[in-house]
């Protein structure tokens, strides 16, 4: 059974690019935070990261005009030290469509006071710009695959 608190960290994580709410994010993420992209790793050890992080992906949302996302808790282990690792699958959504195949991500979550935030996140959802008015989500860690996506107009 996936206990609530991991429900309400992935719902909120998504809330938070949809609401451009990037305190509720904050709330979410613990600095530093290791973000492990298909591109390579990246340690974010300042607000001023987070927050280019953040606003990054949330003009990527943007442009693609991602009206919902859909995180869905897949599995969720508790280590001995209380640490837990969680999978999940993230859906983006755009006027009800789904824009992008459905993907999986892990994170390895710390409990606290407030719930659980999150201290590293394997295939954190990086897009890059290509051409022909595309925006490429550039791989996926599960698949070693390229997903392009054509810009609502």
Not at 32 to 55: D, M, N
Request: aromatic share 8%; net charge neutral; proline share 4%.
């Amino acid at each position: 059974m996936i206990p609530s608190e991991y429900t309400a960290f992935l719902d909120d994580v998504s809330h938070c690019f949809l609401s451009a709410d990037f305190q509720l994010w904050r709330s979410r993420i613990r600095i530093p935070l290791c973000v492990a992209l298909p591109t390579g790793s990246k340690i974010i050890k300042t607000e001023r990261e987070a927050h280019r992080l953040f606003q990054n992906s949330l003009t990527a949302l943007q442009i693609q005009r991602i009206d919902g996302i859909i995180r869905s808790p897949v599995d969720l282990r508790e280590c001995e030290d209380g640490i837990m690792l969680g999978t999940f699958e993230t859906q983006l959504l755009a006027r009800g469509l789904r824009v992008l195949e459905p993907f999986e991500s892990s994170v390895m979550l710390r409990p606290v006071n407030s719930g659980l935030v999150a201290s590293s996140i394997l295939n954190f959802f990086e897009f890059s710009f290509g051409s022909n008015s595309h925006l490429r989500r550039v791989a996926n860690f599960n698949t070693s695959s390229h997903q392009e996506i054509t810009l609502l107009n």
